[in-house]
């Protein structure tokens, strides 16, 4: 049933307007309304300046044909659905009919309410369809000019079916260069490029026109048995790559400056320190009043004190420009481990009057690894752990065979601790946290990265568990294959203990 719709007739003859008058007065249907025109440039201008459902035509207008009619209004980007109507039924008229556009060709002399009905239905559905297919086709022509890309669609056949303007541009381009030149983008230069891209590693390629542009060309399988052609300039991306692998060279290059630098400045300096070290010795023992004395014995303090600071750097400094001397199939005898590096940090502890327990698991034999590396990493800890500890507390060194056969070697301390987001500037190097990790500690701010360095050299991990006021807990994490192991005695396994109590506990 149709419903609101409005019919325009152009019919230059009154009878067979009355006639199909008649027939539409009959079609089922509310608010169908029929206007006739009898000229054919009338007919023209009311389709130009009214709203039509459905247009029926005569196949002759005065001096003109309903083709013509047709042809010229679609011309005008008239888009209502037309019905041409002709006296006699003619196939080729129906043929040319559909060709110039007409959605139905119906012969006047068999109209009938329910066929002229149906014609019209059909029409304007038909129309609708049109109109939606013209919006997404007109849609996915607008997408592939503004994809930033260029963009072409081959049969199963790779014959070139649809392209945007940039795909027809860089065909030019490619032209040019491999084949001599030429205007036909359809032809030589898609058959060359299909080559190349079959012939190309993933079917992708870069090529670079005439002018320095580069552009990245690949092509995928369509469903269908066709190929899908992408290409895009990367000219500027190719540009800031090649800008950030200068950049990054550059940066690295000045790393290893800095540091040849570092590693050459103080070594240089330990020389003339060494000589100062010596004469002062030379002063204390033959120093005629205690006052002398005292002072010789602050200028060895500052002088060993600056040597340690000297010989930290140099040790980073080394590493970081991979000079550190490195034997990673050393075997560590564990046992003495622990006891070798408290040491190192008695005094330290106990001008902080901090205790130190060292636990060793007892199925743990030896680590293959590099030796002094091992021991600067545990020092290193212990040291960071007494210099950030409260006094009268306590640290806690333990070596522990983990049940995957990895070693976790763990220092705890009872100290400062440190906020979450402070946890990953700890490593970097000569960079001291603030509101504990800051200046008013000694150290040179080396410890951790190079805990971390070191730690890398061995394919172990470093983990840092911390929260301010309780205390930090660090966990470097040796791979099982580098841990040998003992069998384990029957009855219960307890963590052998070795414990120097130093300071006021």
């Known amino acids: 049933?149709?419903?609101?719709?409005?019919?325009?007739?152009?019919?230059?003859?009154?009878?067979?307007?009355?006639?199909?008058?008649?027939?539409?007065?009959?079609?089922?249907?509310?608010?169908?309304?029929?206007?006739?025109?009898?000229?054919?440039?009338?007919g023209l201008s009311y389709l130009a300046q009214n709203d039509v459902s459905v247009c029926l035509v005569d196949y002759r207008i005065g001096a003109h044909t309903g083709l013509e009619f047709l042809e010229v209004a679609k011309s005008r980007g008239i888009r209502c659905p037309f019905i041409l109507l002709t006296g006699v039924g003619q196939h080729d008229i129906d043929v040319a009919a559909t060709q110039a556009g007409a959605s139905d060709f119906l012969d006047k002399s068999a109209l009938s309410p329910s066929l002229v009905e149906r014609s019209i239905r059909y029409a304007i559905a038909n129309a609708k369809a049109m109109?939606?297919?013209?919006?997404?086709?007109?849609?996915?022509?607008?997408?592939?000019?503004?994809?930033?890309?260029?963009?072409?669609?081959?049969?199963?056949?790779?014959?070139?079916?649809?392209?945007?303007?940039?795909?027809?541009?860089?065909?030019?381009?490619?032209?040019?260069?491999?084949c001599g030149g030429g205007d036909d983008v359809r032809d030589d230069p898609v058959e060359h490029l299909l080559h190349q891209l079959n012939e190309a590693p993933d079917n992708e390629l870069e090529f670079k026109d005439a002018a320095g542009r580069v552009f990245e060309i690949r092509q995928n399988q369509a469903p269908h048995g066709g190929l899908v052609i992408f290409a895009v300039d990367v000219t500027d991306q190719k540009a800031f790559e090649d800008h950030l692998i200068k950049a990054k060279a550059e940066v690295e290059a000045a790393s290893r400056a800095k540091s040849s630098f570092l590693a050459n400045m103080t070594?240089?300096?330990?020389?003339?320190?060494?000589?100062?070290?010596?004469?002062?010795?030379?002063?204390?023992k033959n120093a005629e009043t205690d006052e002398?004395?005292?002072?010789?014995?602050?200028?060895?303090?500052?002088?060993?004190?600056?040597?340690?600071?000297?010989?930290?750097?140099?040790?980073?400094?080394?590493?970081?420009?991979?000079?550190?001397?490195?034997?990673?199939s050393e075997l560590l005898e564990v046992d003495c481990l622990l006891e070798f590096c408290i040491k190192q940090?008695?005094?330290?502890?106990d001008e902080h009057q901090v205790g130190i327990i060292g636990q060793i698991d007892p199925r743990l034999r030896s680590l293959n690894c590099d030796v002094t590396s091992v021991r600067r990493i545990l020092i290193n800890l212990l040291s960071n752990a007494v210099r950030f500890s409260n006094e009268n507390s306590e640290v806690e060194a333990k070596l522990i065979v983990e049940p995957n056969g990895e070693l976790s070697?763990?220092?705890?301390?009872?100290?400062?601790?440190?906020?979450?987001?402070?946890?990953e500037m700890a490593f970097l190097p000569f960079h001291q946290i603030g509101g504990g990790y800051d200046r008013q500690s000694a150290g040179t701010g080396l410890g951790l990265p190079m805990v971390k360095s070191l730690a890398e050299l061995h394919g172990a991990g470093v983990k840092i568990q911390t929260a301010p006021n309780q205390g930090t807990l660090v966990t470097v994490t040796f791979p099982a294959d580098r841990v040998t192991v003992q069998p384990a005695a029957s009855g219960a396994q307890v963590l052998k203990t070795q414990q120097v109590s130093v300071g006021a506990l």
Not at 298 to 319: G, K, P
């Open 1 to 42: 049933m149709l419903r609101d719709i409005k019919i325009l007739l152009v019919e230059d003859d009154e009878d067979d307007y009355l006639i199909a008058k008649e027939v539409l007065e009959d079609v089922q249907g509310d608010d169908l309304e029929l206007d006739w025109v009898q000229d054919y440039n009338d």
């Open 131 to 178: 109109e939606a297919l013209a919006e997404q086709t007109s849609f996915l022509e607008t997408t592939l000019e503004y994809s930033g890309a260029g963009i072409a669609a081959l049969d199963a056949n790779h014959v070139l079916t649809t392209c945007n303007n940039q795909f027809e541009d860089l065909m030019k381009k490619f032209a040019d260069v491999h």
């Open 267 to 284: 070594h240089e300096f330990r020389t003339p320190l060494h000589g100062i070290m010596g004469f002062s010795d030379l002063i204390k």
């Open 292 to 328: 002398i004395k005292e002072y010789v014995e602050q200028i060895i303090d500052s002088s060993a004190h600056l040597l340690e600071i000297i010989n930290t750097v140099l040790a980073y400094s080394r590493l970081e420009a991979g000079q550190h001397p490195f034997e990673d």
């Open 345 to 349: 940090v008695k005094a330290a502890a």
């Open 409 to 423: 070697m763990t220092v705890k301390d009872h100290g400062i601790g440190m906020k979450a987001e402070d946890v």
